[in-house]
C-alpha cells in the first residue's frame, strides 16, 4: 500500500509539473504574443504619422522597435496599398514579431482616408441666403442666413457679419455668423475655421497636368468653347461651339446689367469616344456639359496663366445625371476657373444635377433674366455637392419674398460616397483621418 501510495503521489506532482510547466509556457507565449501585437500598433502609428508628413510615400518599410531598458523589443513590417483612382483610401498592414520568437507574429490592418473638398453638400466662401430644403453638411467663410429645412451642420466662419439686402436685409445690421427662420438651429455653428478656397488654383493645373498625360487634354476651340455630351452607354460626344444665340440683358449682382450670351446656336462635331475609366477631361476653353454619366470622371475648365479678363466658365446646358445609379460607382465632378452657369433658354425645366460642382473664382449659379419665355423655370434637384466662390443663386425674389427669376423650388441632397469616394483627381481637405482597425 505505501509503495501504490508513492506511485499515486509521484504520478500527481508529474502530472501537476507538466501542468504548470504548460501554462508557463503558455503564459510565455502570450506574452510573446501581446508584445507583437504592441510591436505591430507601433507600425501602424508609424505609418499614421508617416503619412500626415509625406501623403505620397507608400513604400514598404521594416523597422525595430526599442526599449530604452530591454534594448530591440521586436520589428515590424509595414506595407501600404494606396487609394485608388478616385479614392483617398489607404490600406496599412503591419505585422509585428518579437526579437525574442521571431516565428510568431502579430498581423494588423488599418485604413486611413483624406477627406475630400465634397465632403460638404455646399462649401461656399461668401455670404449666402437659404430658402430651400437642404440634406447634408453646408460650410461657408461668410455668414449664413438660413431660412429652409436643413438636417446637418450647418457652419460658417463668421462669428457675426453685416447682412446687406441681398440677403433680404435693410439697413446693413450686424447679424451671427448663421441665423434665420429655418429649422434644426441645434445644428448650426459658428465660428469655424475657414477653409482654403483659393488652394483650388494648385489641383486646376495638376488636373491639367493629369489630362495632358492621358491625352484628354484638349486646347482653345477656336469658337466659343466645347460641348460635352455624356451618353448612357458610357461614352461621350464633343463639339466645338461656332455660334451662340442672341445676346439677352441679365443681371449678376458683381457685374450688374450686361448683354451676353450663353446659349448655344450652332456647333460641329469633334470627336466621340469612350469616356476614360476614373479619369480626367481637361479643356482650355469654356465648356458646356450635360447627358448621363456611367462612370467615374471630371472634367475641368481653365486657362493658364491664370487672368481674370480669360477665366472660363463651364454651362449646364441641360440634366447632367446619373442615370438613377447612386452606389458610388458613378461619380462626377465639373471644376470650373470662373462660374458655373445655368444658362436661359439651354436651362432645362426641371433641372437634376449630380455630381461635385465647383465655381473656384466665380459662382454657382443663374444669372436674372427680365424678358422672354424662360424666365421662370420650375424646378432644381441637386446631388453630391455645389462650391462656390461668389454667393450661389438660382432662384431670384423681389422685396415681397415673391420668385421673379430662376426656379421656383430646388432641394440638394449630399452624396455620402464623395467623402472619401471623389470623382478622380477631385482636391482634398486636411490630413489622412481613421476609418478602421482590425487583427487579421
Same mark, same amino acid.
Not at 516565428?103 to 461668401?126: C, E, H, I
Not at 496663366?305 to 472660363?312: F, H, I, L, V
Not at 477631385?426 to 476609418?435: A, I, S
Given at each position: 500500500?505505501?509503495?501504490?501510495?508513492?506511485?499515486?503521489?509521484?504520478?500527481?506532482?508529474?502530472?501537476?509539473?507538466?501542468?504548470?510547466?504548460?501554462?508557463?509556457?503558455?503564459?510565455?507565449?502570450?506574452?510573446? %504574443? /501581446?508584445?507583437?501585437?504592441?510591436?505591430?500598433?507601433?507600425?501602424?502609428?508609424?505609418?499614421?504619422?508617416?503619412?500626415?508628413?509625406?501623403?505620397?510615400?507608400?513604400?514598404?518599410?521594416?523597422?525595430?522597435?526599442?526599449?530604452?531598458?530591454?534594448?530591440?523589443?521586436?520589428?515590424?513590417?509595414?506595407?501600404?496599398?494606396?487609394?485608388?483612382?478616385?479614392?483617398?483610401?489607404?490600406?496599412?498592414?503591419?505585422?509585428?514579431? =518579437?526579437?525574442?520568437? !521571431?516565428?510568431?507574429?502579430?498581423?494588423?490592418?488599418?485604413?486611413?482616408?483624406?477627406?475630400?473638398? #465634397?465632403?460638404?453638400?455646399?462649401?461656399?466662401?461668401?455670404?449666402?441666403?437659404?430658402?430651400?430644403?437642404?440634406?447634408?453638411?453646408?460650410?461657408?467663410?461668410?455668414?449664413?442666413?438660413?431660412?429652409?429645412?436643413? %438636417?446637418?451642420?450647418?457652419?460658417?466662419?463668421? #462669428?457675426?457679419?453685416?447682412?446687406?439686402?441681398?440677403?433680404?436685409?435693410? *439697413?446693413?445690421?450686424?447679424? !451671427?455668423?448663421?441665423?434665420?427662420?429655418?429649422?434644426?438651429?441645434?445644428?448650426?455653428?459658428?465660428?469655424?475655421?475657414?477653409?482654403?478656397?483659393? *488652394?483650388? =488654383?494648385?489641383?486646376?493645373?495638376?488636373?491639367?497636368?493629369?489630362?495632358?498625360?492621358?491625352?484628354?487634354?484638349?486646347?482653345?476651340?477656336?469658337?466659343? &468653347?466645347?460641348?460635352?455630351?455624356?451618353?448612357?452607354?458610357?461614352?461621350?460626344?464633343?463639339?466645338?461651339?461656332?455660334?451662340?444665340?442672341?445676346?439677352?440683358?441679365?443681371?449678376?449682382?458683381?457685374?450688374?446689367?450686361?448683354?451676353?450670351?450663353?446659349?448655344?446656336?450652332? @456647333?460641329?462635331?469633334?470627336?466621340?469616344?469612350?469616356?476614360?475609366?476614373?479619369?480626367?477631361?481637361?479643356? @482650355? %476653353?469654356?465648356?458646356?456639359? @450635360? *447627358?448621363?454619366?456611367?462612370?467615374?470622371?471630371?472634367?475641368?475648365?481653365?486657362?493658364?496663366? @491664370?487672368?481674370?479678363?480669360?477665366?472660363?466658365?463651364?454651362?449646364?446646358?441641360?440634366?447632367?445625371?446619373?442615370?438613377?445609379?447612386?452606389?458610388?460607382?458613378? /461619380?462626377?465632378?465639373?471644376?470650373?476657373?470662373?462660374?458655373?452657369?445655368?444658362?436661359?433658354?439651354?436651362?432645362?425645366?426641371?433641372? /437634376?444635377?449630380? &455630381?461635385?460642382?465647383?465655381?473656384?473664382?466665380?459662382?454657382?449659379?443663374?444669372?436674372?433674366?427680365?424678358?422672354?419665355?424662360?424666365?421662370?423655370?420650375?424646378?432644381? =434637384?441637386?446631388?453630391?455637392?455645389?462650391?462656390?466662390?461668389?454667393? !450661389?443663386?438660382?432662384?431670384?425674389?423681389?422685396?415681397?419674398?415673391?420668385?421673379?427669376?430662376?426656379?421656383?423650388?430646388?432641394?440638394?441632397?449630399?452624396?455620402?460616397?464623395?467623402?472619401?469616394?471623389?470623382?478622380?483627381?477631385?482636391?482634398?481637405?486636411? /490630413?489622412?483621418?481613421?476609418?478602421?482597425?482590425?487583427?487579421?
Amino acid at each position: 500500500m505505501m509503495v501504490v501510495l508513492v506511485m499515486m503521489i509521484g504520478v500527481m506532482f508529474v502530472s501537476l509539473g507538466g501542468v504548470t510547466n504548460q501554462q508557463y509556457q503558455q503564459g510565455g507565449l502570450t506574452a510573446q %504574443d /501581446e508584445t507583437a501585437f504592441q510591436v505591430a500598433e507601433s507600425g501602424l502609428n508609424y505609418a499614421r504619422w508617416r503619412l500626415a508628413h509625406n501623403g505620397n510615400d507608400f513604400s514598404s518599410v521594416q523597422n525595430q522597435v526599442y526599449d530604452q531598458l530591454k534594448g530591440v523589443l521586436g520589428t515590424y513590417t509595414l506595407t501600404f496599398v494606396p487609394p485608388q483612382n478616385g479614392s483617398t483610401i489607404v490600406q496599412i498592414t503591419s505585422v509585428g514579431h =518579437t526579437a525574442t520568437a !521571431p516565428v510568431r507574429d502579430v498581423t494588423l490592418q488599418a485604413t486611413y482616408g483624406k477627406p475630400s473638398f #465634397a465632403k460638404y453638400a455646399m462649401l461656399l466662401n461668401d455670404d449666402v441666403w437659404f430658402g430651400e430644403t437642404i440634406s447634408g453638411a453646408v460650410h461657408s467663410n461668410g455668414g449664413i442666413r438660413m431660412d429652409g429645412q436643413s %438636417d446637418s451642420t450647418m457652419t460658417s466662419a463668421k #462669428a457675426t457679419y453685416t447682412c446687406k439686402s441681398t440677403q433680404g436685409c435693410s *439697413g446693413n445690421p450686424t447679424k !451671427p455668423g448663421v441665423w434665420g427662420s429655418g429649422g434644426n438651429s441645434a445644428l448650426w455653428q459658428y465660428p469655424v475655421s475657414s477653409v482654403d478656397y483659393a *488652394g483650388l =488654383t494648385a489641383d486646376l493645373v495638376s488636373m491639367k497636368a493629369a489630362a495632358q498625360s492621358a491625352n484628354t487634354y484638349f486646347g482653345s476651340s477656336g469658337g466659343y &468653347g466645347y460641348h460635352i455630351v455624356f451618353n448612357s452607354n458610357n461614352t461621350y460626344s464633343l463639339y466645338k461651339v461656332t455660334s451662340k444665340q442672341s445676346n439677352i440683358s441679365s443681371y449678376f449682382p458683381d457685374d450688374g446689367w450686361v448683354s451676353s450670351s450663353y446659349d448655344i446656336k450652332k @456647333e460641329s462635331l469633334v470627336t466621340s469616344a469612350t469616356v476614360p475609366s476614373g479619369g480626367i477631361l481637361f479643356f @482650355e %476653353d469654356s465648356v458646356w456639359v @450635360e *447627358g448621363t454619366v456611367a462612370s467615374r470622371v471630371t472634367i475641368a475648365s481653365g486657362k493658364f496663366p @491664370e487672368n481674370p479678363s480669360t477665366y472660363t466658365d463651364i454651362i449646364i446646358n441641360g440634366s447632367v445625371t446619373y442615370g438613377g445609379v447612386k452606389d458610388g460607382t458613378r /461619380e462626377f465632378g465639373a471644376v470650373s476657373q470662373g462660374n458655373v452657369l445655368i444658362p436661359n433658354s439651354g436651362a432645362a425645366n426641371n433641372l /437634376e444635377m449630380d &455630381g461635385a460642382f465647383v465655381a473656384q473664382h466665380g459662382r454657382f449659379g443663374r444669372r436674372y433674366y427680365n424678358t422672354g419665355s424662360y424666365i421662370l423655370r420650375n424646378s432644381i =434637384t441637386t446631388y453630391g455637392m455645389v462650391a462656390s466662390n461668389l454667393v !450661389p443663386v438660382t432662384t431670384w425674389v423681389n422685396g415681397s419674398n415673391a420668385v421673379i427669376g430662376g426656379y421656383q423650388s430646388g432641394t440638394s441632397s449630399y452624396d455620402s460616397n464623395l467623402l472619401y469616394g471623389p470623382p478622380p483627381y477631385f482636391p482634398t481637405t486636411g /490630413e489622412y483621418q481613421f476609418l478602421s482597425w482590425q487583427q487579421k
